[in-house]
């Protein structure tokens, strides 16, 4: 008897926990209902994907989408537009907004605002603060919440942690993973005058590899001493890279493309403060430490890290110059370009954006392509050789670090919950984004 479903993605060569070969994928109400041969199957449409991959969808855990109150940079539906025209189909978007996601309030907004308006799926992290630390636990387990972010280094208004006793007071406030941006807020003051000389190529010396190392060595042992396992974004420096490869027990961590693809002291001389971030751009050593944690299997995700700005805010001189650049939309070119080159392989790519998200933080349904999970797809041609340039480019503040370079390997379909979101460089189904479940908070 021949069996229906909504939809078959047909002949791509299908990248999942079975391996790499060519398959079909049916899909009936938005999760994942064959794989494999379905000839013998129906459905009201096809898509054909001859010559393309088919991967689980591409989650990244850690973007800025900045609404509210900085939607001149960035809001939800353009930040997501980028995500999905990217290949993202979800995302977990950070607290420091005006005001924070400080209270169940600001984090009930922020999913209300994002329902049915987003074109990938979401979920937020609650900012914390020492005023609320006593109610983490209560709001890392509300809808929509992705857990707890907390800042030890400069962040927006009240975000910032940076006392041991008050660090110590967040960990102990809840049990979900806690995402965490390491850097040492005493160091960067008493080294303040370095950036003030005025040279962005300063930006690595004022917040140098120690100041990372020193907080992450603080974060350990106030974790241990709490029993939390934390997760730390955005990791920069080789020294993390063991400290953090002999603490896998309770810790997780993330590096992001940029960190992984250009090196100072070459990204500003060519692009100024255009390649200012937190934690920075750092010497090609670095650079490369990055990789090796990732071949020797330590790294457990890649986040993208989008923080945009506006040109005329990143061409202030620096330091009045802000920290942070675009990224959710370049991820998937720029890692599918680091395969092609041969710095990783493709199941690799995958572990690191879907398989391992869903096993950091528990995603329900999601980060596997799977019978049963949800049916987020990213599809990509490995051969196609395109360049980054701002026709594409969807995000509100218009520029990337990478415009102008020519990558291989594209992301050609983007598919949330089975709905084809973006086809070949258009918006095809709009504004269908939930907010992602989590195992811990069922």
Known sequence: MTKSCDLIIKGGTIVNHDGIGLGDVAITNGRIAAIGDVGGWSAAETVDARGLHILPGVIDSQVHFREPGLEHKEDLESGSRAAVMGGVTAVFEMPNTKPPTTTAALLADKVSRATG????????????TPDNADDLGAMEILPGASGVKMFMGSSTGNLLVERDG??????????????????????????????????????????????AVTATNRLLKLARAAGRRIHVLHVTTAEEIDILGANKDIATFEVTPQHLTIAAPDCYDHLGTLAQMNPPIRADEHRQALWAGIRAGIVDVLGSDHAPH???????????????????????????????????????????????????????????LAV????????????????????????????????????????????????KVMWDGSLVTPSRGQAVRFQETL
Not at 169 to 185: C, P
Not at 404 to 416: A, N, S
């Open 117 to 128: 308006r987003m074109h990938c799926d979401f979920a937020f992290y609650v900012g914390a």
């Open 372 to 419: 049963g999970y949800d049916a987020d797809l990213t599809i990509v041609d490995l051969r196609a050789q395109r360049r980054i340039d701002s026709s594409w480019l969807q995000s509100r503040c218009g520029w990337s670090p990478f415009e102008g370079d020519t990558v291989i390997g594209w992301p050609i379909g983007t598919f949330v919950r089975g709905h």
């Open 166 to 211: 008050d660090v110590a007071r967040v960990l102990a406030s809840g049990r979900r993973r806690i995402a965490v941006h390491s850097e040492d807020e005493t160091r960067m003051r008493e080294r303040k005058a370095i950036a003030d000389r005025g040279d962005v190529h300063d930006h690595p010396n004022w917040r140098d590899a120690t100041t």
């Open 310 to 368: 506006t040109i005329a805010e990143k061409e202030a001189a620096y330091p009045g110059s802000p920290s942070g650049m675009p990224g959710v939309q370049t991820l998937v070119p720029l890692m599918l370009n680091h395969v092609h080159n041969g710095n990783l392989t493709l199941q690799r790519f995958v572990d690191l954006t879907s398989h391992g998200p869903n096993r950091v933080f528990g995603m329900a349904g999601k980060g596997r």
